[in-house]
């Protein structure tokens, strides 16, 4: 099977203030910051509320894009499970992929909130969210429903 | 700003026997066959009916990367709108991703539903398909909401 590696420049960079575990709040506002001269290229996104954002996890050492098997948000508890099966950003190729809403839009720059995504993240591609990016029923793992309850009822607690 | 290019090897490739205008049809059936020894990443992955594939149109050129502005789906009844607000596959990164269903997986080959990649596809990454992936009420232009009108007419007709 050809493997030819396959070259990509980012289109724009993430641009927040939140640092550490802050970046995985639902809350957290960002810009991206897009390439200049691609700024014509976002003409019509404010009709869209939402966006899928493709980031590359540039802190990924090629070590750690080795990984095969996590345990689920590092928790042993959790079943050892293919990296595939998981979001973890230990994967052979470290590509983001979070839904996020779009609140701004000013020539190149977006701002969004949701995104987790570092400072200087490099962003690949955007995808306007549609009604063909979801599905009704979907099934999710145990370990899924779980580790969610979990993190439903700590956000409960803490309001 | 830095653009410094980002290098990435496919995890596998899309096999279908789909041509054409057929890799478009929402029941089209294709397979995911990752490299050999990406099998067990894939452990767990059966709890997930729906997947997100990320993959990258390599028949998309060097000239047609640089579009800026398209009508949706060509059609010049359409407004005319940056790239980035549309799922045109002439973009800067021609990342294609498309929500898809999951109905087999056998050691490193997936069999999906959905998948509008032609045969020979690289897939970059997966992502198994969870409620963070989507939101109740999403905004869609009006132009949006009239092409899928139109395409949910003429499904009626032809069934």
Same mark, same amino acid.
């Given at each position: #099977? &050809?493997? %030819? ?11 927040? $203030? &939140? ?17 200049? =001269?691609?700024?014509? &290229?976002?003409?019509?996104? %404010?009709? *869209?509320?939402?966006? *899928?954002?493709?980031?590359? #996890?540039?802190?990924?050492? $090629?070590?750690?894009?080795?990984? #095969? ?8 508890? #959790? /079943? ?13 190729? /470290? ?22 995504? *570092? ?7 955007? $995808? ?13 793992? %145990?370990?899924?429903? $779980?580790? %969610?309850?979990?993190?439903?009822? =700590? ?5």
């Amino acid at each position: #099977m &050809a493997t %030819e590696k396959i070259t990509l420049t980012p289109v724009g960079f993430v641009k927040t $203030k &939140a640092v550490g575990r802050e970046v995985r709040h639902r809350s957290t506002v960002s810009e991206i910051i897009f390439r200049g =001269k691609l700024a014509e &290229a976002l003409d019509g996104i %404010e009709d *869209f509320s939402h966006l *899928f954002v493709v980031f590359w #996890m540039n802190k990924i050492s $090629k070590e750690e894009r080795k990984t #095969m098997k996590v345990h689920p948000r590092g928790r042993k508890d #959790m /079943p050892l499970l293919g990296v595939f099966a998981t979001r973890t950003p230990f994967r052979p190729n /470290p590509i983001g992929l979070t839904l996020v809403e779009l609140l701004k839009v000013e020539r190149n720059v977006l701002t969004v909130r949701g995104l987790d995504a *570092f400072d200087g993240t490099p962003v690949l591609d955007i $995808k306007p969210f549609d009604y063909w990016d979801t599905v009704e029923a979907a099934t999710v793992p %145990e370990w899924w429903r $779980k580790l %969610e309850k979990e993190r439903s009822e =700590k956000r409960e607690l803490s309001e």
